[in-house]
């Protein structure tokens, strides 16, 4: 039987045992550390923003950064659809409403057209949103320049998750920067991994503060715990941190590799009649983090359904894109605007493997893999 081909497994880089040996060596085996405030260190340098907080992860950094900007219950918050539910389950945290946007075509992500609207219609019924989320899907950098002279227009704060976008660029500005506050998430599927964490980076210093202060359960400056405020156990350990270094030290690297697998099956699957690619408008810098593909059934004559099963049998995982927020069960009463961009891309989308410790031999196995199911529709 062949090895299992993973859709984005982890990939260290060979420091990273290295710093956690070193917290073993010194005993900081807790929340907080040297090596967390060394990988902060490492994020503000590498994406070029003033303070960064490292938090247990991803989805912890929303929470806080919705909570920082003054999200209360009751309250709207746009945020895309097409999206993993992490970007949308913080809103529910604090009983606020989830507003829902459709995606565009260029980039898949939230739709600048489809936003003003929903503001312009929230405004009419009497609410203004307190925040908009936008995602960078799969790497790939949302228009960012035109969400945010929405949001100037309408003075709404960017909350921007570029979870899955470390290592993204838009005109040579890191993703994450963009927003009044940034996030981003090391999962053990990301990019880069710190087993699990996340971090909320911005510009302004008072809210990395504040974001730290919430984080360590809101402790007060006192010799006893006094609390004012509540706060949440949402810190990095020391220990994961050290991965983070080590990763950092490939980032880079990293970010080549999985360019160059998108590359790999767009040479090798191009041509496929009824098989397409998302590609970077000018200006925009994907790290790839996952490739996908777009099946279409009328000139393939298969789905992408069929694909992801016949995949499966050969032992490559893939998945379909991410099923849009506004058609969960759980978000089905939230407002949504849109024209049915998201339900296209969910039904027609797949993510194949994209890890960056793909030999060659694996994504031709998955490239063959995906050929037989067309053989098969041919025969």
């Known amino acids: 039987m062949n090895p299992k081909i993973w859709l984005s497994s ?11 040996n070193d917290a073993f060596d010194t005993n900081w085996i807790a929340p907080l550390g040297p090596h967390v405030n060394g990988f902060e260190d490492d994020l503000v340098a590498y994406t070029g923003t003033k303070h960064a907080a490292a938090l247990s992860a ?10 920082l900007i003054g999200v209360k219950p009751g309250d709207e918050v746009i945020c895309q659809s097409m999206t993993f539910s992490a970007s949308a389950n913080p809103i529910a945290y604090l009983n606020a409403v989830p507003v829902f946007v ?14 003003r609207e929903a503001i312009k219609d929230r405004f009419s019924k009497g609410k203004k949103p307190k925040a908009i989320i936008p995602v960078h899907l799969y790497g790939m950098p949302a228009k960012m320049n035109e969400i ?3 949001a100037k227009e309408y003075h709404i704060p960017v909350v921007e998750d570029a979870a899955e976008a470390l290592g993204s660029n838009l005109h040579g500005k890191a993703m994450g ?35 730290r202060f919430l984080a360590t359960q809101a402790r007060d400056a006192a010799p006893h715990y006094e609390h004012s405020h509540i706060g949440y156990n949402y810190r990095m350990s020391n220990v994961c941190a050290g991965i983070g270094r080590g990763q950092m030290e490939v980032l880079d690297d990293r970010v080549a590799q999985r360019r160059k697998n998108f590359e790999y099956y767009k040479e ?3 041509g496929i009649d009824g098989i397409s690619f998302l590609e970077e408008p000018e200006g925009f810098h994907s790290n790839r983090w996952l490739t996908t593909i777009l099946v279409d059934p009328l000139k393939s004559g298969t789905t992408r359904e069929e694909i992801r099963l016949h ?6 995982e893939s998945r379909p894109l991410w099923k849009p927020m506004h058609m969960q069960p759980v978000f089905r009463d939230s407002p949504y605007y849109g024209s049915g961009v998201s339900e296209e891309l969910f039904a027609n989308g797949l993510c194949i493997p994209s890890g960056s410790n793909l030999t060659e031999e694996d994504l031709q196995r998955v490239v063959t893999a995906i050929k037989e199911v067309f053989v098969k529709q041919e025969s």
Do not use: C, Q
């Open 10 to 20: 982890p990939h260290m880089g060979g420091n990273e045992r290295k710093y956690v």
């Open 58 to 67: 991803g989805t912890a950094a929303i929470h806080l950064a919705l909570i």
């Open 102 to 115: 459709d995606s565009e075509r260029d980039t898949w992500n939230m739709d600048p057209e489809k936003l």
């Open 148 to 150: 945010l002279a929405i």
């Open 177 to 211: 920067t963009f927003g009044d506050l940034g996030i981003l998430s090391f999962n053990g599927n990301k990019i880069i991994t710190t087993s699990g964490g996340g971090a909320l980076i911005s510009d302004n210093e008072e809210y990395i503060t504040k974001a």
């Open 268 to 270: 090798h699957l191009a």
């Open 311 to 316: 995949l499966e049998k050969d032992g490559i």
